[in-house]
């Protein structure tokens, strides 16, 4: 036959009045859940969630960076490294006709954040190149700096 649905209030009254109806483990997980859901109430737009289509249906557009492809296959083009940031924005812009589309959770939300920045580490050794390794010398372990003996 086909499935018959009740609604959970009749359950419920069933439950707490009569124990021969349900055994004990579905009795305890049908408070459970009553419970949960009267929880649930209280919390603004959770009861609509439990409603919503699975992530994966809702997701309608996506936008990956080609420079972080996972698949490790290059386009066409080939990823030419000496981009400036402009060109690859206009890239990514001219790239957004995909399938689905990642939103960040916190994007619009109220969380507070701030746009300053907190701390600024120069690297002295960027734009010097590659170091020749056939000049580097590791000290003996004599004169490697030790921190103060407990």
Not at 22 to 27: E, K, L, N, P, R
Not at 117 to 126: A, E, R, S, T
């Amino acid at each position: 036959g086909s499935p018959v649905f009740y609604c959970l209030q009749d359950i419920m009254r069933v439950c707490s009045e009569t124990s021969h109806h349900f055994c004990s483990i579905t009795s305890k997980m049908l408070l459970a859940l009553d419970k949960w859901l009267a929880e649930q109430h209280t919390v603004p737009h959770a009861i609509p969630a439990l409603f919503r289509p699975a992530p994966v249906e809702r997701v309608k557009t996506n936008v990956n960076n080609p420079a972080y492809s996972g698949d490790g296959k290059l386009s066409d083009e080939g990823l030419n490294m000496g981009y400036t940031a402009l060109e690859i924005k206009s890239k990514m812009m001219s790239l957004e006709k995909a399938d689905m589309c990642i939103l960040n959770p916190l994007f619009g939300s109220d969380l507070q954040y701030t746009n300053r920045v907190d701390k600024v580490i120069i690297n002295p050794y960027f734009g010097l190149g590659a170091p020749d390794y056939s000049k580097i010398q590791i000290p003996k372990r004599e004169k490697w700096q030790h921190g103060p003996k407990c």
